[in-house]
């Protein structure tokens, strides 16, 4: 017997509600230069360092906030740009999405917007 799977149709992750970052536009800028610094500094390095020390600095940063109704800590913040699954290389990796990224500029102050040149 056939399974019947509409691939076109609506999926989790699709109807799931975007949380709004916690973290101030001046805060995730904060992190992402930082993250973006470490980087660099390590490239030069073994990869697992290099992945080692990016990590330290968005983890705990980028959890969330315990709410209420929680029944389990480590909902997350996600940037435009990290670490994590990446689907188009076909598991974990830096990634940076750039219309994300291009939107959260229009987020900064315009003193923090001098800063923002740096990823691009």
């Known amino acids: 017997m056939a399974v019947k799977?509409?691939?076109?149709?609506?999926?989790?992750v699709e109807v799931s509600k975007k949380l709004p970052c916690e973290k101030s536009?001046?805060?995730?800028?904060?992190?992402?230069?930082?993250?973006?610094r470490v980087h660099r500094e390590a490239s030069g390095g073994p990869k697992e360092l290099r992945e080692i020390a990016c990590l330290k600095v968005l983890y705990p940063r980028l959890?969330?906030?315990?709410?209420d109704q929680d029944l389990f800590a480590g909902r997350?913040?996600?940037?435009?740009?990290?670490f994590g699954c990446v689907t188009s290389v076909g598991g974990v990796g830096h990634y940076c999405v750039f219309n994300k990224?291009?939107?959260?500029?229009?987020?900064?102050?315009?003193?923090?917007?001098?800063?923002?040149v740096?990823?691009?």
């Open 5 to 12: 799977f509409d691939v076109n149709g609506a999926q989790n």
């Open 25 to 36: 536009p001046a805060e995730q800028l904060e992190i992402m230069e930082t993250y973006t």
């Open 118 to 120: 740096f990823f691009l």
């Open 101 to 116: 990224l291009l939107a959260f500029k229009d987020q900064l102050q315009t003193d923090d917007v001098g800063s923002f």
């Open 76 to 82: 997350l913040d996600f940037l435009p740009i990290g």
């Open 63 to 67: 959890f969330r906030k315990i709410e």
